[in-house]
């Protein structure tokens, strides 16, 4: 698996198919930089980011769909609070395993992000190198359960179902119904994870959107506070909850100049 460019692949993990995704070729001794997707997310739903990344950083770009989304295998059994702990600590360094990346940088989004604060700051794993946090989730606030209730809304009554299904194929309402379903299950709520933040030992870029219909900039100030030394902060102003998407450019060079930074 050293040789890809923009060339979809299966991974077997934990006996199930995941669908992934290589832009780019992966060097010997350089980390890879590896895509956790959104709550709703999968590798397609990333759209040129991964591409752009690969080009403009030099670097190997690996995108994986979880359990569940994209052309993943379908969800198995229903989620549960630790879901996130699930894939930080059991699913992601199974992953990393089977696709043979010794050295990584994680690049979580929304959901993909805490699992990847969960498997960094609880799983001393060595082969991390940074960690790059797009829109985390640290713990639950009314914005977030209510930016879900319009979702769940949207899917229901706006065409969001029709427009998710290009995505996540036969088990779009699948998908829908376990990811929403247990964020709005009231045992969520007491969900947090700024216990794992103080094993982080790598550098950390958090980005926000001030308009971030899923949280408030507390998310991300919590991360400054615990890890000071190691945090660096960006808040994008006109920016929800896609900063690589909506201010992509912005974004883009952020990470980049974050890269060389760690390699100077």
């Not at 991964?50 to 995108?63: I, M």
Request: hydrophobic content about 40%.
């Amino acid at each position: 698996m050293q040789m890809l460019k923009s060339n979809a692949q299966t991974l077997h993990v934990n006996g199930h198919l995941l669908e992934c995704q290589w832009h780019g070729k992966k060097e010997p001794d350089q980390p890879v930089l590896v895509l956790l997707h959104e709550g709703l997310g999968c590798v397609a739903m990333w759209r040129n980011f991964p591409l752009q990344l690969a080009e403009l950083t030099g670097r190997a770009v690996f995108v994986y769909s979880r359990q569940g989304y994209g052309g993943s295998d379908p969800f198995d059994q229903d989620l549960d609070v630790d879901f996130m702990h699930r894939e930080g600590n059991s699913v992601l360094p199974a992953v990393l395993d089977a696709a043979e990346i010794d050295q990584a940088i994680l690049i979580g989004h929304s959901d993909g992000a805490s699992i990847a604060i969960i498997h960094t700051g609880e799983q001393l794993d060595n082969r991390i190198k940074g960690l790059v946090l797009l829109a985390p989730h640290l713990f639950v606030e009314p914005e977030t359960l209510h930016g879900i209730r319009l979702a769940k809304a949207a899917y229901e009554q706006d065409g969001l179902a029709d427009r998710l299904r290009r995505y996540h194929l036969g088990h779009t309402d699948d998908t829908f119904r376990r990811w929403c379903g247990i964020w709005l299950d009231p045992k969520f709520e007491a969900w947090n994870i700024e216990a794992s933040v103080p094993g982080i030992n790598v550098p950390v870029l958090a980005i926000m959107g001030e308009d971030d219909q899923y949280g408030t900039l507390a998310q991300i100030n919590v991360l400054a506070d615990l890890l000071p030394m190691q945090t660096e902060r960006t808040v994008f102003e006109a920016c929800g909850h896609s900063p690589h998407l909506e201010q992509s450019d912005a974004t883009l060079a952020k990470i980049d100049r974050f890269i060389k930074q760690l390699f100077q």
